[in-house]
């Protein structure tokens, strides 16, 4: 069985920061690019972050300076630290386990992060 588990989401106001967790388990997970994605009611759902299995990383414009993802091979996890929240950051964040060529994608259920103003 495959599950990605998010934590770490909840309350905070504008200005704020949140680290969100994604453990991984059944899967190799040193062999898989990962990602955080988000998606707020009625908006398609949009990338957020991306590492790649070398851990080379890239950024929405709209996060970049204020997000930072990074991985733990160790501990099957990976991480979105989320400085500087601002309220159009509310959404729910989901990661992503993406695989070698013909491997299918994995996802999360989901943590919610909303940011008051």
């Known amino acids: 069985q495959v599950q990605l588990v998010e934590s770490g989401g909840g309350l905070v106001q504008a200005g704020g920061s949140l680290r969100l967790s994604c453990a991984a388990s059944?899967?190799?997970?040193?062999?898989?690019?990962m990602a955080w994605y988000r998606q707020a009611p009625g908006k398609q759902r949009q990338l957020v972050a991306s590492?790649?299995?070398?851990?080379?990383?890239n950024y929405a414009d709209s996060v970049k300076g204020r997000f930072t993802i990074s991985r733990d091979n160790a501990k099957n996890t990976v991480y979105l630290q989320t400085n500087s929240l601002k309220p159009e950051d509310t959404a729910v964040y989901y990661c992503?386990?993406?695989?070698?060529?013909?491997?299918?994608?994995?996802w999360g259920q989901g943590t919610q992060v909303t940011v008051s103003s």
């Open positions: 590492i790649t299995r070398g851990s080379n990383t």
């Open positions: 992503n386990a993406d695989g070698p060529r013909n491997w299918r994608d994995y």
């Open positions: 059944g899967i190799i997970f040193s062999m898989y690019d």
